[in-house]
């Protein structure tokens, strides 16, 4: 399975847009529940376009990291694999920009 994972170290400041081959799949605002979410069902068999679409407003604190891999699930809890792409940002990022990433499924 394929999941998107946050990892929120006390940030502010942070909304990130998540789109997948053009759907919005997520968004996630720093200081919130965090993000576990299985993005199979929006990934198709070969390249996908997986976008992250930074709309904060003064970004602070730690360091916010996105994550996209693959991983299983045992006994309620998600083990995920060496991440696939990895997207951070941090207090110095821009608070408004994007990054594409191209990830290529079996």
Same mark, same amino acid.
Do not use: C
């Given at each position: 399975?394929?999941?998107?994972?946050?990892?929120?170290?006390?940030?502010?400041?942070?909304?990130?847009?998540?789109?997948?081959?053009?759907?919005?799949? +997520?968004?996630?605002?720093?200081?919130?529940? @965090?993000?576990?979410?299985? *993005?199979?069902?929006?990934? %198709? !068999?070969?390249?996908?376009?997986?976008?992250?679409?930074?709309?904060?407003?003064?970004?602070?604190?730690?360091?916010?990291?996105?994550?996209?891999?693959?991983? +299983?699930?045992?006994?309620?809890?998600?083990? @995920?694999?060496?991440?696939? *792409?990895?997207?951070?940002? %941090? !207090?110095?990022?821009?608070?408004?920009?994007?990054?594409?990433?191209?990830?290529?499924?079996?």
């Amino acid at each position: 399975r394929w999941w998107l994972i946050s990892d929120d170290n006390q940030t502010a400041g942070h909304v990130v847009d998540v789109t997948i081959n053009d759907t919005v799949v +997520s968004t996630f605002k720093s200081a919130g529940k @965090q993000l576990i979410m299985d *993005i199979g069902p929006y990934l %198709n !068999a070969g390249d996908n376009t997986v976008k992250f679409v930074s709309r904060g407003d003064t970004p602070s604190g730690g360091a916010l990291f996105l994550y996209v891999g693959t991983g +299983s699930v045992d006994g309620g809890r998600i083990s @995920q694999d060496e991440p696939k *792409i990895k997207f951070k940002r %941090n !207090a110095t990022s821009d608070a408004r920009d994007s990054v594409d990433f191209k990830l290529t499924v079996d």
